[in-house]
T-cell receptor
Framework: GEDVEQSLFLSVREGDSSVINCTYT??????LYWYKQEPGAGLQLLTY?????DMKQDQRLTVLLNKKDKHLSLRIADTQTGDSAIYFC???????????FGKGTRLSVIA | ETGVTQTPRHLVMGMTNKKSLKCEQH?????MYWYKQSAKKPLELMFV???????ENNSVPSRFSPECPNSSHLFLHLHTLQPEDSALYLC?????????????FGSGTRLTVV
């Protein structure tokens, strides 16, 4: 089955860029997602990318996918204090099996 | 109400109590999920319901009992829980066959077993 790995912590200064990395094992993953969890809340879908794409940009968010290395990253430009949260990477294959999540990366933004 | 609503937001129960968690989705989705989120552990999938039929039970102890009476409602019945069951329980829904948007999550129920 799918296994998703993420580093647990990242600390950046306000205004800098943040890069959160994720590796996955299932090469048949068709859809890859980034979710954000703020304190006391559920998971909110931030962005997604299909496996036939290498990059996707959505305002301050840039997703990069390296299928050869099974590596996914999320870049947040001009990071703000409101971006402080836990970010989860998740993968889904075309068989509609349930999403598999990583442990999440806790992003701390220092003012 | 829109999205996925979970009640209660917080629950404290003794090990001999029986309680239920409720989830309701207003998105017209046809699949619903229970996840458990514990400190320092990945999100653990507990149960999946597609079109009201349970399609996955990931070796969850029998003290957790799900119920899906219709495609909009999902319950998790709890009885004789252990302190290690204390966690955030998240409900999610999706439209099977349209995975483009992933899952929509509720805000969760924070459960404390004393």
């Amino acid at each position: 089955g799918e296994d998703v790995e993420q580093s647990l912590f990242l600390s950046v200064r306000e205004g800098d860029s943040s890069v959160i990395n994720c590796t996955y094992t299932d090469s048949s993953s068709t859809y890859l997602y980034w979710y954000k969890q703020e304190p006391g809340a559920g998971l909110q879908l931030l962005t997604y990318i299909f496996s036939n794409m290498d990059m996707k940009q959505d305002q301050r968010l840039t997703v990069l996918l390296n299928k050869k290395d099974k590596h996914l990253s999320l870049r947040i430009a001009d990071t703000q204090t409101g971006d402080s949260a836990i970010y989860f990477c998740a993968g889904l294959n075309s068989g509609n099996t349930p999403l598999v999540f990583g442990k999440g990366t806790r992003l701390s933004v220092i003012a | 109400e829109t999205g996925v609503t979970q009640t209660p937001r917080h629950l404290v129960m003794g090990m001999t109590n029986k309680k239920s968690l409720k989830c309701e989705q207003h998105l017209g989705h046809n699949a619903m999920y229970w996840y458990k989120q514990s400190a320092k552990k990945p999100l653990e999938l507990m149960f999946v319901y597609n079109f009201k039929e349970q399609t996955e039970n990931n070796s969850v102890p029998s003290r957790f009992s799900p119920e899906c009476p219709n495609s909009s409602h999902l319950f998790l019945h709890l009885h004789t829980l252990q302190p290690e069951d204390s966690a955030l329980y998240l409900c999610a829904s999706s439209q099977v066959g349209e995975v483009f948007y992933g899952y929509t999550f509720g805000s969760g129920t924070r459960l404390t077993v004393v």
